[in-house]
C-alpha cells in the first residue's frame, strides 16, 4: 500500500489522514505543482467551469467546500498524481474562477443545517453583502479560525487566494447564491420528500438503526436518514 505525506491509500478508497507531523512536512511548491498540472476550462450547460488538472490513469473528481476553491487540494493532488490517477480539482459554478450565473445553484438536504448559523446568514437578501463586500479577508479569516479544525493549515497564500475568488465582481453574489436557493420554499419541501423514508421491504428502503453510525462519515442514524 503506497504512502505519501498526509495520506494513506488502500485498495478501496482514499483516506486523507491528518496529524500534526503530516502538517508540519506538507507544503507547496508552486514551481513544482506547475509543471505537473494545468488550468483547464469547460463550458457544461452554458455555464464556464474552471478547473486545475494534471495526472494520468483512473480519474479523481475533487470538489471544495464553501467558501473555497480548488487551491484547497493542492497539497493532495500531486499525491493522487503519484499514484497513477488523473486528477481533476474543479471550481464549482460560482466558486473560485468559475463562472458567476444567476441561477443553477442549490445544497441538497438544506433541512440538515438548519442549525448551522452560517446557513442561516448566507440565505438571508442583501445583508450579508452589505457586512462582507469590502471585508472578505476579515470574514474569511474569522470563518476558517472558527469553523477549521486545524486553521494553519490556510495559511497566507491560501487566505490571499481565497480572498481573491471571493472579492471578484458578482463573487459574493454567487457563493450566497447556493444557501438561498437551498432554503427556498419549494426546494424544502423536495428535501424533505427526499428525507422520507420508505416501509421496511420496500424496494429501495434503506435503514439506519437508532444507535448506528455511517461507516465513513460517522453521522448518527437521524442524519444518515436524511442524506439517504
Known sequence: MPEATGVRFSAANYVIENNEAADAAATFDPAAFWTQFRHGTAVVGGVRLHCVEGGSGPPVLL???????????????????????????????????????????????????????????????????????????????????????????????????????????????????????????????????????KPDGEPGARRCSARARHPVCGLSAWLCSLLL
Open 63 to 197: 470538489l471544495p467546500g464553501w467558501p473555497q476553491s480548488w487551491y484547497a487540494w493542492r497539497l493532495v493532488m500531486p499525491v493522487l498524481a503519484a499514484a497513477r490517477r488523473r486528477v481533476v480539482a474543479l471550481d464549482p459554478r460560482g466558486m473560485g474562477d468559475s463562472g458567476r450565473p444567476a441561477f443553477g445553484y442549490g445544497i441538497p438536504s438544506a433541512e440538515t443545517n438548519l442549525k448551522t448559523w452560517h446557513f442561516a446568514f448566507n440565505r438571508l437578501d442583501d445583508l450579508p453583502e452589505a457586512l462582507i463586500q469590502g471585508r472578505e479577508r476579515e470574514f474569511l479569516t474569522w470563518l476558517f479560525a472558527s469553523k477549521s479544525t486545524r486553521a494553519w493549515r490556510i495559511g497566507q497564500a491560501g487566505l490571499d487566494e481565497y480572498v481573491r475568488v471571493l472579492a471578484a465582481p458578482g463573487a459574493l453574489r454567487a457563493a450566497l447564491a447556493y444557501y438561498r436557493a437551498a432554503f427556498r420554499p419549494d426546494v424544502l419541501v423536495q428535501s424533505q420528500a427526499r428525507a422520507g423514508r
